[in-house]
């Protein structure tokens, strides 16, 4: 089954436009974190049909530490033309229009390069702790504010974990978003949306396609810089969660640093 990325990109764009109003107000009282569901986004044929043409994992980049545990990947063009496809069919323009529309963001812009983003796998005991993503793209030049996640794993359900837990700052009880099966899930990412995804207990993979948006534009105005912060997870020991702070707090301190030495190695070419 062969869709183009254009014919992918409509079919989710007249969707959004479709459901704009009511998206619109589920993402104005949206909390802790503003974020929208469009669920059955495509026809379930062209999803599973994805799904069945995932890339091995030997074929992904392995990431595993204290913080995270899943397998991602960006080489879109050795992998499976659908993937490709639907990955970049969320960064058509008419795709990008319909979301800023709901969200009321200005200046979006998609990325095609993926950084941070494209696939993403978890197999049983995979899981990623909370955390703030990256307040910048790849240059350092575009605030991240917008995360979108395509869930295709088919039948999955809450009793499987892997789901989407987005926290309130004292990261205590956290709101659940299941990954459902051809469910679109797109969440604010700021300085203080915090988020992670719970440990897979499933046999199966938890399969997600994932793209950001950036603006010049700092969310709320005011100008902020961070690297991806992570935490333990409350039911974690206090020396896990001890040793998540230490992590963040160096990884910050590196993070103000690479701006610098970014602009004095552009100030050199």
């Not at 991602?72 to 050795?78: C, F, L």
């Not at 998609?110 to 793209?137: C, V, W």
């Not at 020396?239 to 910050?252: G, H, K, S």
Request: with cysteine; net charge positive; charged share 25%.
């Amino acid at each position: 089954m062969r869709v183009s990325v254009a014919g992918i990109g409509q079919q989710i764009a007249q969707r959004l436009h479709d459901d704009a109003e009511h998206l619109r107000a589920i993402w104005n009282a949206a909390a802790p974190i503003r974020h929208f569901c469009v669920d059955r986004l495509l026809p379930p044929e062209e999803v599973r049909f994805v799904y069945d043409h995932v890339p091995d994992t030997s074929r992904l980049i392995r990431r595993r530490s204290i913080r995270e545990s899943k397998w991602a990947g960006v080489a879109v063009e050795s992998y499976h033309p659908s993937i490709g496809e639907h990955l970049f069919a969320f960064q058509t323009p008419e795709v990008v229009s319909a979301i800023a529309a709901i969200t009321g963001f200005e200046g979006l812009e998609p990325d095609p390069t993926l950084y941070a983003s494209g696939i993403s796998i978890m197999k049983r005991g995979d899981f990623l702790n909370p955390h703030l993503d990256n307040s910048h793209d790849g240059d350092q030049r575009r605030y991240r504010v917008l995360n979108l996640l395509f869930y295709v794993s088919p039948d999955w359900s809450l009793a499987d974990g892997g789901n989407l837990e987005l926290w309130t700052g004292d990261l205590r009880n956290p709101t659940v978003i299941e990954s459902t099966f051809n469910r679109l899930v797109v969440m604010e990412t700021n300085q203080k949306s915090w988020h992670s995804v719970q440990p897979v207990v499933a046999d199966a993979p938890r399969v997600c396609l994932s793209n950001y948006y950036f603006s010049p534009i700092a969310p709320g105005g005011k100008e902020y810089r961070n690297v991806t912060s992570f935490r333990a997870r409350p039911e974690q020991p206090l020396p896990m969660r001890w040793l998540a702070r230490m992590d963040a707090a160096v990884l910050n301190a590196l993070g103000r640093i690479a701006p610098v030495l970014l602009r004095l190695t552009r100030h050199r070419r």
